[in-house]
């Protein structure tokens, strides 16, 4: 979901990791050579997802890379065999938390809104039952730093991996 802090905590994970770290938003900036906003204006959130399933498809045949992803990602069923290539993790943080640091934000049109705490738990609500499909939840606090939640990530990744071991890739 839109600022839960996938950005900020997965930057911290792959650091703690040695991994790489992508983020599809901005990938599929540098491809369209447009910002998010502008893709939406210009062609739509039809297309915006087009591209973002092509981005996604290419960042999830890497090995060792930490990937934040659009909060949309969940929602083309597609997206979700290429997400399986590794693992999951859903950052569920409260409605009123993602308010507090998006409040000034303007780079997500789809919070273009009078009320964002409306339309953020319209949102929220509208994709719980995808993003529970996860591998791993942590609910966020608001005092948690970055680097303390991906510290629990790290923790929680070999019980998670019992149940679910990654097939090796070919890049
Ligand atoms: N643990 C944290 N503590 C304090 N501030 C945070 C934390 N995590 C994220 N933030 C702040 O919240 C804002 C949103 O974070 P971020 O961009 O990482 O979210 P995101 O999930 O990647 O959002 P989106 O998917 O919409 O791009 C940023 O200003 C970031 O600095
Ligand atoms: O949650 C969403 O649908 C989105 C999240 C952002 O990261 C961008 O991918 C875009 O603004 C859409």
């Given at each position: 979901m839109m600022g839960t802090g996938k950005t900020t905590v997965g930057k911290s994970l792959a650091k703690k990791l040695g991994y790489r770290f992508f983020d599809t938003d901005e990938s599929i900036e540098r491809v369209a050579n447009q910002t998010v906003r502008e893709i939406f204006e210009e062609y739509g959130e039809s297309d915006f997802r087009e591209l973002e399933t092509k981005v996604l498809a290419e960042l999830?045949?890497?090995?060792?890379s930490a990937i934040a992803t659009g909060?949309?990602?969940?929602?083309?069923?597609?997206n979700w065999s290429y997400l399986h290539q590794g693992l999951i993790i859903w950052l569920d943080a409260p409605v009123p938390l993602i308010v507090e640091r998006l409040?000034?934000?303007?780079?997500?049109?789809?919070?273009?809104?009078?009320?964002l705490t409306d339309t953020l738990t319209e949102l929220l609500e509208s994709r719980r039952n995808l993003y529970a499909q996860a591998d791993l939840r942590l609910e966020i606090e608001?005092?948690?730093?970055p680097d303390a939640i991906a510290d629990t990530i790290i923790k929680r990744i070999p019980t998670v991996l019992k149940s679910k071991p990654i097939p090796p890739s070919k890049s």
């Open positions: 999830s045949t890497l090995t060792r909060g949309g990602i969940v929602l083309k069923p597609m409040r000034e934000d303007t780079t997500r049109p789809l919070l273009d809104t009078p009320n608001a005092d948690r730093t």
